[in-house]
């Protein structure tokens, strides 16, 4: 089918669905020029990001872990939401019921206008105390100190989900309410290998929804798909919404 002929379907589909999701991750920003982590601009100071963004380096050394996240919040404080963000955002205003499960920390969704979103790795604009616990929204670039300190004393992290982490409770609560009722789901922009996103498409499959990818390649979860769009998602979704 020739990628008109698949953008028809899903136009039809979305536009009978009940409670359609869309799971975002990095790809959907790449337009907005925010580098995705597997692609070539993902390396900073040739770290890869899964050296960088654990528990572990924090521990060992939080410096080093913050100047990475300032250089990644001083690219996100210049970038703004495209094309792809915007559909999104204007699909929440025809389907009520739209929900958006996004992997991505950057915030552009909310910029876009969405409202229904879930922030599964959390949100780079928002800083944790390692210490009491204590969380604030933070648009400071660059950070007066690095690595930044609590009024308590403790050191400062970015208030994002990190490899090995666990997920947030509640985010993860209401993306699982999501999945149980959804009948169609768009995965877009995520490479399908971080876990436990990459299984929520083979999920809602089993349960019947109509799943539909839009990537610029294929994935390890392309093969579950019912629709394969192979595209920019800023070129795709503005003709799907
Ligand atoms: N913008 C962000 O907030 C951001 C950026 C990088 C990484 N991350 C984090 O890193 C993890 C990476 O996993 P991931 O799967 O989200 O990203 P990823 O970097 O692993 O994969 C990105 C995917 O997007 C696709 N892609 C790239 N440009 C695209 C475009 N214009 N249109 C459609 N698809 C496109 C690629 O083919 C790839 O499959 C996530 O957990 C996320 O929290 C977040
Ligand atoms: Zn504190």
Redesign the pocket.
């Known amino acids: 089918m020739d990628t008109s002929r698949q953008i028809e379907e899903v136009r039809e589909r979305l536009e009978r669905a009940r409670r359609p999701v869309a799971l ?9 020029g ?6 070539k601009d ?1 390396l900073w100071r040739n770290y890869r ?1 899964e050296e960088l ?1 654990t528990p572990e380096a924090f521990r060992k050394d939080p410096e080093l872990v913050w100047e990475f996240y300032e250089w ?1 919040r001083g690219l ?1 404080s210049k970038v703004k939401p495209n094309r ?1 963000h915007y559909a999104l955002a204007e699909l929440e205003k025809k389907k009520e019921e739209f929900a958006i499960i ?7 969704h909310s910029l876009a206008g969405s409202r229904n979103v879930v922030e ?3 949100n ?1 604009w928002v800083v944790r105390c390692a210490v009491c616990g204590k969380e604030k929204e933070d648009r400071t670039v660059p950070m007066e100190e690095i690595p930044p300190r609590c009024s308590c004393g403790g050191l400062l992290r970015p208030g ?2 990190w490899f090995g982490e666990m997920l947030p409770v509640d985010a993860l609560n209401k993306t699982y309410e999501l999945l149980e009722n959804t009948d169609l789901m768009l995965v ?7 876990q436990p ?2 299984s929520f498409a083979t999920m809602v499959k089993q349960r019947g929804a109509f799943v539909v990818e ?4 294929r ?1 390890p979860v392309s093969s579950f798909m019912d629709v394969v769009i192979n ?6 979704l503005p003709q799907i919404v």
Do not use: C
């Not at 975002?24 to 907005?32: F, L, N, R």
């Not at 996004?102 to 552009?108: A, I, K, R, S």
């Open positions: 975002t991750g990095a790809g959907i920003s790449a337009e907005s925010v580098p995705t982590f597997r692609g993902g990001a963004a990644r996100l792809g996004t992997q991505n920390v950057d915030g552009l599964l790795h959390g780079i994002v989900v877009i922009g995520t490479s399908g290998v971080v996103a990459a839009i990537n610029l390649e994935t595209g920019r998602a800023g070129d795709i």
